[in-house]
């Protein structure tokens, strides 16, 4: 369970944004999820209800968008697209990888009012 303190720092994250735009709330949050960050949408959701309460993004819409992970072939030297961990490097088949990105979470875009 590490999507409440992620969603903690993203709502400190959005709180930030929010105030420097001089917005009176924020309605609407696009986060980007990588396939290998472990994230389980029920989870996160509730995470963020709880942690954005009593910020400006109270009662925001949350809206998800899953990102492919990139990692590197130690075997082929191409950077390939993975979905889940442990998976073979989809050229050669190879388990030699690197995860380059996709394990992470961000925030893509907010709308504010
Ligand atoms: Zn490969």
Partial sequence: MHELSLCLSMAELIEQQARQHNAQRVTKVWLEIGALACIEEQALRFSFSSAVRGT???????????????????????????????????????????IASGDSLRIRQLEIE
Avoid: F, M, Y
């Fill in 56 to 98: 400006l993004a109270e009662n925001s819409e949350l809206l998800l968008s899953q990102l492919p992970a990139k990692a590197w072939c130690w075997d082929c030297g191409l950077s390939v697209e993975i979905n889940r961990h442990a998976t073979p490097c989809p050229h050669c088949g190879g388990c030699r990888l690197d």
